[in-house]
């Protein structure tokens, strides 16, 4: 289970993967010497509680804790903003994350615009941020 990702949203995952993973955009596997590091993607997303309008979404976005600090993390996001921009033009990109990923995505010019204590699950507070 992913560091910072509450284990009931295990299923959530796997029920991404099985069905909206393909149909929502394009999702992405990371590789290191064959071995699964990591992976994320990106969805149109229509306007909702955090974003009001038509935006871009970060999905399912996370490395194997044995792969942090090792850039993997700044390579896999870096081509989903590039994907975003070049599938979405002049579309809001945003994402959800908690407080122990949010300061990662500010150095990438995320601001926080919206924070709900425990939304994701119990000491898994939600962080809404979007691209300056």
């Not at 991404?16 to 149109?44: E, K, M």
């Not at 081509?79 to 975003?84: C, D, T, V, Y």
């Not at 122990?100 to 995505?105: A, I, R, S, V, W």
Request: proline letters at 4%; charged letters at 25%.
């Amino acid at each position: 289970m992913p560091l910072y990702f509450a284990e009931e949203e295990l299923q959530l995952f796997f029920n991404f993967l099985d069905r909206d993973a393909l149909q929502r955009g394009p999702y992405s596997v990371i590789f290191n010497d064959n071995t699964i590091v990591g992976c994320g993607g990106i969805a149109l997303n229509q306007p909702s509680k955090y974003t009001n309008e038509l935006h871009v979404i970060m999905t399912w976005g996370m490395i194997d804790n044995k792969f942090h600090k090792n850039g993997f993390g700044k390579e896999l996001l870096l081509f989903r903003i590039k994907q975003a921009k070049e599938l979405y033009p002049e579309v809001k990109i945003a994402l959800g994350t908690t407080q122990y990923t949010f300061p990662f995505f500010e150095k990438y010019g995320f601001k926080i615009v919206a924070y709900e204590k425990d939304h994701w699950a119990k000491g898994l507070d939600l962080y809404q941020m979007e691209l300056s």
